[in-house]
Nanobody, 124 residues
Framework: QVQLVESGGGLVQAGGSLRLSCAAS????????MGWFRQAPGKEREFVAA????????SYADSVKGRFTISRDNAKNTMYLQMSSLKPEDTAVYYC?????????????????WGQGTQVTVSS
């Protein structure tokens, strides 16, 4: 079993930056593919970014490409999402997720473990 805890959310003005962290505990984190998803009020959960266990394979949603950077530090059992040039439409609860497979996936149902989420609010 893996437990995931997000942190780093908050309120930021448009154009600003935030870095989210996802700390994993429990079973080994290293061989798990990881991802970030988000859910805005009244909308479905959507894919943001994913990273393979080695970090060698990374995917981004088109809406965040060039602005967000996903990374991981397996020695610290932690994944990150560096968000820059934030827009009001980035406002959402951000969730980290892990899957019992080393590769990436854009589909939420491919992930086995979820954090409780951290709120990101971008003001205009």
């Amino acid at each position: 079993q893996v437990q995931l805890v997000e942190s780093g959310g908050g309120l930021v003005q448009a154009g600003g930056s935030l870095r989210l962290s996802c700390a994993a505990s429990g079973r080994t984190f290293t061989f798990y593919g990881m991802g970030w998803f988000r859910q805005a009020p009244g909308k479905e959960r959507e894919f943001v970014a994913a990273i393979s266990w080695s970090g060698g394979s990374i995917s981004y949603a088109d809406s965040v490409k060039g602005r967000f950077t996903i990374s991981r530090d397996n020695a610290k059992n932690t994944m990150y999402l560096q968000m820059s040039s934030l827009k009001p439409e980035d406002t959402a609860v951000y969730y980290c997720a892990g899957r019992r497979s080393s590769g990436t996936s854009l589909r939420a149902h491919d992930y086995d473990y979820w954090g409780q989420g951290t709120q990101v609010t971008v003001s205009s």
